[in-house]
């Protein structure tokens, strides 16, 4: 009876150093892959950070498509800013915010120039402008 105590407690404690073994390595293995992706998104914020102006204001992009309608046909004015916190288009255009990638459509009858105009939470400006045409017929 006392063999078979023994060899159970053995097992038993076999058993748990296996367990607590396998815990263990699997909560190190989480641990280091947490880490590791810490530093990936660090590295993958700082490379988007820098394309998108580093912190700084930019008008990355204003443009039409199409850049020429006829009379009474929708355009689409496109524009990507970075760090901006208003935006807005002259003459007025509505649904317009900061963004890095945004469209807003404008029905034309003449040629319009349009201004984009992003502001910065210092008060910084900048502008960039793109104009659409109108085909007469």
């Given amino acids: 009876m006392r063999k078979a105590y023994r060899l159970t407690l ?9 367990l607590g073994w396998t815990f263990y ?6 641990q280091a892959f947490k880490q590791r992706m810490e530093k990936l998104n660090t590295s993958q914020e700082s490379t988007v ?7 700084e204001l930019k008008i990355l992009g204003f443009y039409a498509t199409p850049p020429a309608v006829r009379p009474g046909e929708s ?15 002259e003459p007025h255009v509505d649904n317009v915010w900061p963004s890095y990638s945004r469209c807003v459509p404008v029905t034309l009858s003449k040629e ?12 910084n ?6 104009t659409v045409e109108v085909i007469q017929d």
Avoid: H
């Fill in 10 to 18: 053995m097992i038993a404690v076999m058993i748990a150093l296996y």
């Fill in 25 to 30: 390595s699997r909560w190190s293995d989480n």
């Fill in 49 to 55: 950070s820098k394309s998108y102006g580093g912190g």
């Fill in 75 to 89: 355009a689409q004015l496109c524009y990507s800013v970075a760090s901006a916190e208003s935006v807005r288009i």
């Fill in 112 to 123: 319009t120039t349009y201004k984009l105009i992003a502001e910065d939470a210092d008060g």
């Fill in 125 to 130: 400006t900048a502008t960039a402008e793109t």
